[in-house]
């Protein structure tokens, strides 16, 4: 029982007033009342200003959250800063029938072993990447040293209808395969068109993302791996425009098309094709050191419905020399995933993506994602003299190289990093010898 004195005189006649009495006398009793009630208010205020009753933490917007995303990546809580670690190993061995034993020999490779990271602050992006496989000296590799891939920044948010602006040393846009990242491509090795992909340079470039499309274009410089070159020079001018025609339920329907031309001053131009197989040596080629322009060109054609999807690109190249001339390739490719899933598209580059398996790996439940693929291409070097075999120098009476190749594959997608693939290649070299190689490749992509 509380002290008498904690009670108040309740007055019946106030409580029988109209409605803004009681509410004064209910306010009166509240802070008139006795101890019990100004214990009361004082613990309650203190709850209220120290946070301890409903208030939240002020959460700081710069704060870093991590999630493993295919990849290790941190967010600021406001997303406006993030940072992503990644990389891939490719480890792949090779065992060759060959119409001569001793041109190509059984082996292994690490065929990437790379390591990236990449960020963003606000507007600005940046990414490193850096390559340590680089095989032997008799693997067609540019050396033993390790060298950089993407070494770039960039900002987005650019007005004039630019869209984003990139600088550095990265890939110029052309070519679907080309610019699809070698842990998402269908087959160990890209096409033969790979040949006319100039692949990366330092320069810089302005991109978009269309409505139903991607715009990209820019200024390029020739270099090595390192993005290293003086003197006078080799520039392009490079631009890739896609559109998709449909897009429909959720990219499991989809139509793509895109072009890609590229102008180029040259020293003198060596072309020598490679089958499908990284570990093959290359086959004689043809060049002619006069050349010092080049004109590309390349369009591209992807269709995917469910699980299946067909791909195919045609490329050309009209050169300036003392003699003028021109060379093509092209090739077709279809694939199909037994186990039901779609190839994934990117709509923000054009380009395919990181295949998710519906069920991962799991012993004795299932093995992932399952495709088989098939691919035909052909490079056909025209009128460009082919080097003698064992001279190495140009025969005036022989046409370019001519290859054709076929590869024949099967993917084991245990889950979105880890794959599995088999590839069976036959390259056919006009007039020369036959390449049948058995490939497997075991890869980590993040």
Not at 198 to 219: E, F, K, Q
Not at 244 to 261: K, M, P, Q, S, V
Not at 375 to 383: K, P, T
């Amino acid at each position: 029982m509380l002290p008498k004195k904690d009670y108040q005189a309740i007055d019946a006649d106030a409580l029988s007033a109209a409605p803004e009495n009681r509410k004064r006398f209910a306010l009166n009793n509240l802070f008139s009342g006795g101890s019990w009630m100004k214990y009361g208010l004082a613990f309650l205020t203190v709850c209220l200003f120290s946070g301890g009753l409903g208030a939240q933490e002020e959460v700081d917007p710069l704060g870093m959250n991590s999630r493993w995303n295919n990849g290790l990546e941190f967010k600021s809580n406001d997303g406006s800063v993030s940072l992503k670690l990644g990389g891939r190993i490719m480890l792949d061995h090779a065992w060759f029938a060959d119409d001569d034993p001793s041109s190509n020999e059984d082996g292994t490779e690490f065929r990437r072993t790379r390591l990236m990271l990449q960020g963003k602050v606000n507007q600005f992006e940046w990414k490193t990447q850096y390559e340590f496989a680089r095989g032997g000296e008799g693997s067609g590799d540019k050396g033993n040293r390790p060298a950089f891939k993407d070494v770039y920044v960039g900002v987005s948010g650019v007005p004039y209808g630019l869209g984003a602006l990139r600088v550095g040393h990265f890939k110029e846009p052309f070519g679907l395969e080309e610019l699809t990242s070698s842990k998402y491509i269908t087959f160990m090795e890209r096409s033969l068109t790979s040949a006319f992909a100039p692949s990366r340079n330092v320069g810089v470039m302005a991109h978009r993302t269309l409505d139903t499309g991607t715009l990209a274009y820019g200024v390029f410089r020739t270099t090595g791996d390192n993005g290293y070159d003086e003197g006078d020079g080799d520039y392009s001018l490079t631009g890739r425009y896609t559109r998709l025609l449909r897009n429909e339920d959720g990219g499991r329907n989809l139509l793509h098309i895109g072009a890609a031309a590229s102008s180029r001053i040259i020293d003198g131009l060596t072309i020598q094709p490679r089958p499908s197989a990284h570990l093959a040596g290359k086959l004689p080629g043809a060049e002619d050191e006069t050349a010092d322009g080049e004109f590309r060109y390349g369009v591209e054609a992807a269709w995917v419905r469910g699980p299946l999807s067909v791909q195919a690109e045609f490329m050309g190249s009209s050169v300036s020399a003392a003699d003028n001339f021109s060379y093509t390739g092209w090739y077709v490719m279809a694939s199909y995933f037994l186990t039901g899933e779609s190839r994934p598209y990117d709509t923000r580059r054009g380009t395919f993506k990181r295949v998710k398996p519906a069920k991962n790996f799991s012993w004795g439940e299932s093995w992932g994602a399952v495709e088989l693929a098939v691919r035909y291409g052909s490079i056909d070097g025209g009128d460009l003299a082919r080097l003698d075999m064992e001279t190495k120098i140009p025969d005036d009476t022989r046409d370019g190289p001519k290859l054709d190749d076929l590869t024949v594959g099967l993917n084991i997608y245990h889950n979105p990093t880890f794959r599995t693939m088999f590839n069976y290649v036959y390259s056919d070299m006009d007039g020369g010898e036959e390449v049948h190689a058995f490939l497997v490749r075991w890869q980590i992509g993040l």
